[in-house]
Structure formats: C-alpha cells, structure tokens
C-alpha cells in the first residue's frame, strides 16, 4: 500500500509541475490510499481495495480503473485467433457448463463464428468465474456486452460489502466531473458515455442503500432511471457461482456480508 501511496503523490506533484488550468487532472480516490484521502481504504478480511479515477478536463475524459467495463460485442484485434479457436472447443469447461444438453464433438473450425463463439466464451468465463451455459453462450453475452457495466466479481466480492462509500464515491464524480467518455482499465475503451451511463452501472447501489444519494438535477437522474435496469441486471444464472464464493468467503471470515441500507 506504501507503494501506491508515494506513486499517487509522485502523479499529482507531476500534474501540479507540468499542467495549467487547461490541462489539470483531478484525482478521485474511492476506497484506498490516494492524494486526496491518504488513509481511506476497505479492508474485506483478504485485504485493502483500492479504486483511483482520474477526470481529464481538457479532453472530459474520466479514466477508471476496475469501477466499470465496458464488453465490445466483437472480438479485438490484439487477441491471438488460437486463443479464440482454443475457447471455442468443446472441451471440458464446456460440458461441465451446458445445463445437461448432449455436447458435440467435433473439430472447430477457422472461421468469424467460432472466433465470436470463442469471444463470448472468453468472456462470461472472465466475468462470472462459472457462468452456466458455455455450450450457448449468446443470450448472456448480449446481456452483458455493449453497455457500459461494474464487473459481477467486483460488484458481488466488494461494492456490495461498502454501498454507502461507493455511492457517495460516484455521485462525487458524477456531480463534479464533466466528462464525455471513459476509458477503463480493462476491455475495451474509449467509451463515449457520461455521468448518466456511469450512474446507471451502478443502479444496483439502489437496491442495497434502499433510496438514491445524490444532488445534482433531477432531470438527469430521470434520463438515467431509464437505463438502470438493463445496466445493472445480470442473468441470475451465470451469478450464481460468484454468489456461492462469495458465501463461503463471508462464512470463513474472508469476507464481510453484503450490507443493506445506509451506515448512520
């Protein structure tokens, strides 16, 4: 933690000596050390979370770390065609995951099918750790493809455990940063999307705070109510392995519960 601590002051000494108004970043830092609040952070029985976002006001970028995702409904160049080949057999995983339905056999072959089916693969195994159908993967990609969302792992294993700190988080951002796309750490990026869609991704804060935190106009939280649902909504099915892990965790000590309802 010592470590990102001084690479976090080391990045704001730099911005403060090389940027003008035009230029300035500003540094949010949600549940670990950062400029801005040195000694916040969640422990979760494992360890330390660390979430840092940086708004670029120049280019109203905001840049996140593993806060959101966004899944591009094809696969991107820089991965390797063996690799979705590889993915798209019908291995092991794959009859393990096929909700009992008789697995074929046969040779995969070197084609744009198989490099999606491969893709789709790869990512629901990525997102879920043991999502239910790899034989079929379509229906729960298109639900978790092109929208801009908080990763299940994460969402399930931390946010979930500190709503009240996340929620005070994002509508911090949201409220002052002006941004006009996101570039996460992870998938694909930049995304054009705004305060509504990163609000929206974040909808299922609602349901464990119980009501919405926030102030700044009503107009446009209305505008993002409407993308809530499909934002937030994961196929029950394909959580309910992240959802077990998360039981053993919590039953361990590794963990801390998911909590319901604001802190007072």
Known sequence: MAIRTR????????LNKHSDDSYQTQIWGTMGPCTY????????????????????????TLLVTDAVIYVPKKPPECIDKEYLL?????????????????????PVVDNEINHQKGWERMVLQILFLGPSNLLEPNASFAQMSQK????PIIKTL?????????????????????????IPAHFAGPIKAGRAELLAAFAFLD??????????????LLFTSLMRKAASYFPPD???????????LVSVGALKKTVFGRKR
Request: proline share 5%.
């Open 207 to 220: 349901n464990l705070l119980g009501e919405r935190y926030v102030s700044w106009p009503s107009l446009s």
């Open 86 to 106: 590889a993915s798209a057999k019908n291995g092991l995983a794959v009859k393990l995951r096929s909700k009992r339905k008789k697995v074929p056999d046969e």
């Open 158 to 182: 931390v946010f979930s455990k500190v709503p009240d700190k996340v929620n005070d988080w994002i509508d911090g951002i949201a409220r002052d940063g002006k941004f006009k796309r996101i």
């Open 7 to 14: 690479a976090s002051i080391m990045l704001q000494q730099c």
């Open 238 to 248: 394909d959580m309910k392995t992240s959802s077990s892990l998360d039981e053993f």
């Open 37 to 60: 609040c040195p000694n916040q952070r969640v422990h979760q029985g494992i360890g330390p979370y660390v979430e840092v976002a940086f708004y670029h006001k120049r280019s109203r």
């Open 148 to 151: 801009l969302i908080v990763s």
